[in-house]
Nanobody, 123 residues
Framework: QVQLVESGGGLVQAGGSLRLSCAAS????????MAWFRQAPEKEREFVAA????????YYADSVKGRFTISRNNAKSTVYLQMNSLKPEDTAVYYC????????????????WGQGTQVTVSS
């Protein structure tokens, strides 16, 4: 089994940056599709960023494209989300997730989720 633990959230002013980390356990880490999602109060969980299954490409929601970057360090079993030029609308709980197959933006393909880390962007 895989366990995921997010960290790096916090309070930041608009235009600032944060780097989220997701530490994963388990030997299957490198073979799983990894992604970031977020959920604002009273909103559905939405896709943010993911690796392709092959790991050669990345996908981003239009709302974060050009501002966020997903990366990973397999030696440390860690996935990162670098968030730049943050906006108040980025405020949400951010979750990392691991899955095995399927459409990258579909929450149902992810069978492992972290507990989430709060990101708050103020004006």
């Amino acid at each position: 089994q895989v366990q995921l633990v997010e960290s790096g959230g916090g309070l930041v002013q608009a235009g600032g940056s944060l780097r989220l980390s997701c530490a994963a356990s388990g030997r299957t880490f490198s073979s799983r599709r990894m992604a970031w999602f977020r959920q604002a109060p009273e909103k559905e969980r939405e896709f943010v960023a993911a690796f392709s299954w092959s790991g050669t490409s990345t996908y981003y929601a239009d709302s974060v494209k050009g501002r966020f970057t997903i990366s990973r360090n397999n030696a440390k079993s860690t996935v990162y989300l670098q968030m730049n030029s943050l906006k108040p609308e980025d405020t949400a709980v951010y979750y990392c997730a691991g899955g095995r197959s399927g459409t990258y933006y579909d929450t149902s393909i992810y069978d492992y989720w972290g507990q989430g880390t709060q990101v708050t962007v103020s004006s």
